[in-house]
């Protein structure tokens, strides 16, 4: 099990979740596209599959299969630990 | 030299051919019965005398393990190119081709990728013109 605060760490899985919160359900060569047509990032597709684990170890992210194909949708429920950790509040102006 | 013929493994050659050729609309090039298998190619009708594709039986026991794997990761083995992806995502979904990629503009060019229901991903591309 790989802590929230871990998976997110990283600028290349935070980038994947971006993405994946534009559009859910993509595959791991969609993904990749993505990454280096809109972001730049010339990894391989090991290293992108790697961050992939590394996001569903935090359960940031679940692999289903639809068809024979498998699909990553981003989970936020994990992401609720960070507010109930420390709330965020609405900053008023004096 | 020149790329003449370039081939994908098909699950069954009478499904592919429909598929390649009723729903993406290729023409049947050569069908030779070799037992109970044929040698099938098709051929683009923009480019008759262009590359063919074989659809090749996928019987070989390699093929499967290998197939799955690029399946599973969204991966095409084949990439054909088109004049407009997201008039032929309209098109081919409309007759009940699915996309495992919807079309997505990647810079230089649109990109889809469809599964050809063979046991095959496969990517459609329109370039951009350049300047």
Redesign the interface.
């Known amino acids: 099990m790989v802590d929230v605060f871990r998976a997110l760490d990283d600028e290349t899985r935070r980038l994947i979740l971006d993405e994946l919160s534009v559009r859910d359900g993509r595959t791991l060569f969609e993904i990749c596209t993505l990454l280096l047509a809109r972001h730049g990032r010339t990894l391989t597709r090991q290293a992108i599959s790697q961050h992939l684990e590394v996001l569903q170890s935090a359960g940031l992210v679940r692999a289903e299969r639809r068809g024979r194909a498998k699909h990553h949708y981003f989970d936020t429920a994990p992401l609720a630990q960070i507010t109930a950790r420390w709330p965020t509040t609405e900053r008023t102006d004096p | 030299m020149r790329i003449a013929l370039t081939s994908v493994f098909v699950d069954d050659q009478k499904a592919a051919l429909r598929f390649y050729t009723d729903v993406l609309g290729f023409v049947e090039h050569r069908n030779v019965p070799l037992g109970e298998h044929s040698w099938l190619t098709v051929v683009s009708p923009e480019s008759p005398d262009g590359p063919e594709l074989l659809l090749e039986p996928a019987g070989h026991p390699a093929v499967q393990p290998y197939r ?1 794997a690029l ?6 083995l084949a990439q054909f190119a088109v004049a407009d992806v997201h008039a032929e995502h309209a098109r081919l979904t409309a007759q009940g081709v ?1 996309f ?3 079309p ?4 230089m060019a649109v ?1 889809a ?1 469809l ?1 050809d229901t063979c ?1 095959n ?1 496969v990517q459609l591309i329109a370039e951009k013109p350049a300047g």
Do not use: F, H, K, S
Request: proline letters at 10%.
């Open positions: 799955d399946m599973a990761d969204g991966i095409p699915v495992t990629q919807p997505t503009d990647v810079g990109v990728v599964d046991g991903l």
